[in-house]
């Protein structure tokens, strides 16, 4: 089976960094979730962190408060994207519980039983453990019934 990277498949060139025309220099290129609009997702926006392990923020193209970037390689978080059902993956970080997907280039986790969900996209170089960051944001949206198991 042919494995291609979500990250580059879901977001390119929607996560391009850096190209000519495309925000400038130290720019993270990005776009809202499909659900960013969501009253939820605004309260989110405020919580987001100011650190993910241990890198400072960086702007983003997107226009809209509910996406931000960290780093370089940047991890770029999002609110409003669809939940992911039930998944062997699930880890529970602070009392968030989440979905993670090994990517080709990386990682995508996504807040299971919140709708709607947070995704964070992390780069190989950084581990799950950046997870603990997105705690206060996270729990802006109610968990629902569902849970890992």
Same mark, same amino acid.
């Given at each position: 089976?042919?494995?291609?990277?979500?990250?580059?498949?879901?977001? %390119? *060139?929607?996560?391009?960094?850096?190209?000519?025309?495309?925000?400038?220099?130290?720019?993270?290129?990005?776009?809202?979730?499909?659900?960013?609009?969501?009253?939820?997702?605004?309260?989110?926006?405020?919580?987001?962190?100011?650190?993910?392990?241990? !890198? /400072?923020?960086?702007?983003?193209?997107?226009?809209?408060?509910?996406?931000?970037?960290?780093?370089?390689?940047?991890?770029?978080?999002?609110?409003?994207?669809?939940?992911?059902?039930? =998944? *062997?993956?699930?880890?529970?970080? =602070?009392?968030?519980?989440?979905?993670?997907?090994? %990517?080709?280039?990386?990682? &995508?986790?996504?807040?299971?039983?919140?709708?709607?969900?947070? &995704?964070?996209?992390?780069?190989?170089?950084?581990?799950?453990?950046?997870?603990?960051?997105?705690?206060?944001?996270? /729990? !802006?949206?109610? !968990?629902?019934?569902?849970?890992?198991?």
């Amino acid at each position: 089976m042919h494995h291609r990277s979500r990250l580059s498949l879901l977001l %390119l *060139p929607a996560l391009t960094v850096g190209l000519a025309g495309c925000g400038g220099p130290g720019t993270v290129d990005a776009s809202p979730a499909v659900h960013a609009a969501a009253p939820a997702c605004a309260r989110v926006a405020k919580h987001w962190p100011t650190t993910v392990a241990d !890198q /400072k923020a960086r702007s983003t193209s997107a226009k809209s408060a509910t996406v931000k970037a960290w780093g370089d390689p940047a991890i770029i978080a999002r609110c409003g994207v669809g939940a992911p059902g039930p =998944n *062997p993956h699930c880890i529970t970080v =602070n009392g968030v519980d989440w979905v993670i997907t090994a %990517l080709s280039d990386g990682h &995508e986790m996504v807040t299971f039983g919140r709708s709607p969900a947070i &995704e964070v996209l992390a780069p190989k170089k950084y581990s799950a453990d950046l997870l603990a960051a997105f705690t206060a944001a996270a /729990k !802006q949206i109610r !968990q629902g019934p569902h849970h890992c198991t």
